[in-house]
């Protein structure tokens, strides 16, 4: 797993920031729930939630020490948010949360069904979990379109031994992965959205940043011939420059009944 650009994503990420807003406005509550965000990135959203839970307290888990580092930096008043480098396979709390959240970072994770028990174990028995991430569709992802570019004859000797770092789970896999991990899916819908960056070079900077598990492999100066290269083909998917389309699968999850 790469280290991502934690000051970078600040500036990139509105797209993420929206999602996670968007399906945030739809969970209810008290103000005093203690909350795990799984993936929590720059903070951004984690610092979102803590503001709704004000006699609460939220902590945020993300592998990358880059992401954590742009979190701590954060300058605002807040007092009921922490953040520590965390991977959610190897994450071991104990039932100490009422709610358990991950926007777009479960689709960077390879066993599914571990991070699942993970997060089922970290829910006290009445807890809740909303995830969010890219589902599996019939049209080709950006994270395919990278793919097929490792295996360009410039780029194949960078990419010989690399694994796809990403898992776009079909739909119905869901409730079947949180089954087995004892979670029970009570809620999800995908929506095939699209959004537009505004212009190309807008949309090659989000790449830039999130394509790090590809471009970590890459000497500093090549990393904008292959962003370019992706970016150039996967505008054959979108349609139009600077327009991204993807799929995103949101769902509220609960322990299972015993
Ligand atoms: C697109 S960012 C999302 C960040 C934040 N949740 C947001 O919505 O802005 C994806 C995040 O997933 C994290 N991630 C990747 N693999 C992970 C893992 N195994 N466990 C937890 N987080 C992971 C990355 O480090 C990155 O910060």
Redesign the pocket.
Known sequence: ?AD?DGAG?AHI?EL??A??TASLESVTVEGTERVL??????G??TRLIASRVPDGSVLG????PR?IEAARAADDQLTNVSFQV????TMGFGPDFDLVV????LH??ADQET?YRNIAAALQPGGRALVQFVCHGSRPSVERVAMAVTRDSRWAPAFADFAQPYLHIEPDDLPVIAGSAGLQVTRQSVVDREWDFGSRDQFAQWCTV?FSDWTSRLPAADVPAFVDAVVDRYQTVAGRPGVFRFLQLRAELRPSPQ
């Open positions: 797993m991502w994503y990420s993420q920031r999602m996670a965000d799984v993936g929590c990135g720059d951004c959203v888990v993300d592998p990358s992401m965390g991977d959610v396979t991950s926007f777009n970072a960077w994770v991070a999130g």
